[in-house]
């Protein structure tokens, strides 16, 4: 609804602007020791953490990107077709099925090649030219991780992802960048047990089990939960350490995707940052007022509100005081009917309409007594 006065719209325009900078307050983040102790100094949460939160994007966007690991697999061309075999035709009340030719064996006679036959081949070959890999747009990616990145500094959403972090001291947990010089997988037990992440590596060993299905045939014997991820700045033996562990991953601030902060498109992994990680991110995704540093082109998304909260907003003087007074005249549509198929309307347009049908229809009549009467005088 449009309004004319000036005055009413920049006081509607402070009033949004007042709810977007509360909204879009950027809290302190502690940094914590490997020994789970405040190490005094604080990190400004990254804008990042402020991207919208859209898991309907995530899940497509997880979907294409996860086929781009798949290896191309097909049946034996030949397969089902390395018998001799030829149909015997009509005439003998049998399926017209190529038979396996020659005789004093029970396999002569059989049918052969089709997906309906022992031995034959499968419907519809696979072949290794099937379309296996999708090209998915840079920009929808970036929005995706994005997004993922800042589902990932909300407890509800990582709660609800099955990770236990009921003993974490805050989310997003960032630590000192000591940590990156880890070598020893024992140096990194004690640090997550320290910092009380350890409980979301036991569950990683209670839900290891046998996979169903074929897979577990396949060297894919084994299933299991996924537990943190371990992201930094700098490989100084990090990997090393956290490599043993069931459950953890570790990767490259720079390398973020989608396959590690959302496995199986679903928002919400727990994610341990150091703190040289932590302050890469503006630069990286860019802070909405600055674009990125490292990818050209590209700024945080928008999000759709500033304010969520609709009921307060509409109910504010300063947004119902701008708002033109609502239109109660009801105005009725008019049916327009076929004059030609509707008496009253013809009526209304001519008048003397009626007077042409009713000589229309004497007309009719007489012409009709009049044949009636030269038919009579021919007999």
């Known amino acids: 609804r449009g309004s004319s006065d000036p005055t009413k719209l920049i006081l509607l325009d402070s009033l949004l602007q007042e709810k977007m900078s509360l909204a ?12 789970n102790v405040s190490s005094g100094t604080t990190v400004c949460l990254p804008a990042v953490f402020k991207a919208p939160v859209r898991p309907d994007i995530v899940s497509m966007i997880h979907n294409e990107v996860a086929k ?28 017209r099925i190529p038979r396996v030719k020659g005789g004093g064996t029970s396999r002569s006679g059989q049918g052969a090649f089709g997906n309906m036959c022992r031995g034959g081949r499968m419907f ?31 407890p509800s959403l990582v709660m609800a992802k099955g990770h236990v972090i009921n003993g974490i001291a805050e989310v997003p947990l960032v630590v000192e960048d000591k940590v990156e010089s880890f070598t020893k997988t024992k140096e990194a037990v004690v640090f997550l047990r320290r910092n009380k992440a350890w409980a979301d590596v036991t569950k ?30 700098q490989d100084s033996g990090i990997t090393k350490a956290f490599r043993n562990i069931p459950g953890v991953d570790t990767i490259q601030v720079g390398k973020l995707n989608l396959l590690k902060l959302a496995p199986g498109g679903h928002v919400g992994r727990f994610c341990i940052w150091t703190e040289a990680a932590f302050k890469q991110l503006d630069g990286l995704y860019g802070s909405g007022k600055k674009p990125s540093t490292a990818k050209q082109g590209w700024n945080l998304p928008r999000v759709k509100m500033a304010n969520t909260d609709l009921a307060s907003l509409l109910k504010s003087e300063a947004i119902r005081s701008v708002l033109r007074a609502p239109n109660r ?29 009713k000589n229309a229809e004497l007309t009719a009549a007489k012409n009709i007594r009049l044949k009636a009467a030269a038919k009579t005088a021919k007999k």
């Open 329 to 357: 005249k009801v105005k009725h549509a008019v049916v327009r009917n076929n004059p030609l198929k509707n008496i009253r309307s013809m009526l209304q347009l001519n008048p003397y309409a009626a007077v042409q049908k």
């Open 24 to 35: 879009a307050a950027r809290p302190l983040i502690t940094v914590y020791s490997d020994k």
């Open 124 to 154: 519809a070959p696979t072949k290794t030219w099937r379309k296996w890999h999708r090209k998915v747009p840079t920009a929808q990616k970036r929005y995706a991780v994005c997004s993922a990145i800042a589902a990932t500094g909300v």
């Open 68 to 95: 781009n690991r798949r290896q191309p697999y097909a049946v034996k061309v030949t397969a089902g077709h390395d018998t001799s075999a030829a149909s015997w035709g009509t005439g003998r009340a049998m399926a």
């Open 204 to 233: 990683v060993y209670q839900t290891r089990r046998i996979r169903a299905g074929k897979g577990k045939l396949r060297n894919r014997r084994h299933v299991q939960k996924l537990g943190p991820l371990v992201i930094y700045a």
